[in-house]
């Protein structure tokens, strides 16, 4: 989903600047903007134009462009859902600067984040060439959410993010006593900044094998015996089947956890919803619940 937004109608912290602004916070749970009084809340239409050979071309709506907005700087706000989708925003962002307007890009999941490194002579360094495309493309800022690697900032040009506990933060101002779940070691960092703000009983750790030939878990291990029947909150950068998840929820049930919830700053629930039927309780993601 491509949308574009008039930036210079919102009220913001130093021009987008400060990261817990409320336009930030919405834009990246998904919510839609208000651009002045809601009547006039508008998007910029543009045409997309598909070619038999596979090509794309896009058209923006001139009708009423200018005196809607002119002058003005625009967002173009790319919720990603398939990797065809770049050459649309590519083509927006360039067409935008060229009729005179700054462009901050927002893209809440940034694509390719778990391919941040080559795993052997030949392996596509896939987050690299990626930021090194899109760091060519004419923005003036740009806004991400929990990307999967620390490398993905380090390689993008003007990048301002949205950490994890910023996302979920709100929803535990109210919650003490629980336990904070960490899915693997590499979830460590940013659940303990998420513990450090909430009142939580303590971090638990898991960790999972996996056969290295196609990538299947083989085991899950949870590092806490008895949960005292307090709830647990698993949090985690992204769910995509939810096998990991799945298989830690089944341990927690065993070892007398309460509710088992599951926060994912970016989910995809490739396989579903239902798989998590009778062992998770609750989803979240930075969209809102989503179970």
């Not at 067409?95 to 391919?115: K, M």
């Amino acid at each position: 989903m491509i949308e574009i937004l008039d930036i210079n109608r919102i009220k913001v912290a130093q021009e987008m600047g400060d990261l817990s602004s409320s336009f930030f916070t919405k834009t990246v749970s998904g919510v839609r903007i208000d651009i002045g009084n809601s009547s006039d809340e508008k998007n910029i239409l543009w045409k997309r134009f598909n070619f038999p050979s596979g090509e794309i071309h896009i058209e923006i709506d001139m009708s009423n462009f200018s005196q809607t907005y002119g002058g003005y700087g625009l967002l173009v706000y790319w919720d990603f859902e398939d990797c065809k989708e770049i050459i649309e925003v590519f083509f927006l962002c360039e067409e935008l600067h060229h009729l005179g307007h700054q462009v901050d890009l927002v893209i809440p999941y940034f694509p390719f984040s778990r391919q941040d490194r080559r795993m052997h002579s030949g392996d596509c360094f896939s987050l690299g060439h990626i930021a090194s495309l899109i760091n060519n493309f004419k923005y003036r800022k740009l806004f991400i959410t929990d990307p999967n690697s620390e490398v993905t900032a380090a390689l993008l040009k003007n990048v301002n993010v949205m950490d994890q506990h910023d996302i979920f933060l709100n929803y535990f101002q109210n919650i003490s006593d629980f336990f904070l779940i960490s899915p693997d070691g590499g979830a460590l960092k940013k659940i303990y900044k998420l513990a450090e703000r909430v009142d939580a009983i303590e971090v638990v750790e898991c960790s999972k094998r996996r056969d290295l030939s196609n990538g299947d878990i083989t085991g899950t291990t949870v590092h806490k015996d008895d949960f005292e029947g307090k709830d647990c909150y698993i949090v985690d950068d992204i769910c995509d089947g939810g096998r990991t998840f799945i298989e830690i929820a089944k341990i927690l049930k065993k070892r007398n956890a309460g509710k088992v919830i599951l926060m994912v700053s970016h989910g995809f629930f490739t396989k579903g919803l239902d798989v998590f039927d009778g062992l998770i309780d609750e989803i979240y993601t930075r969209k809102g619940q989503v179970k």
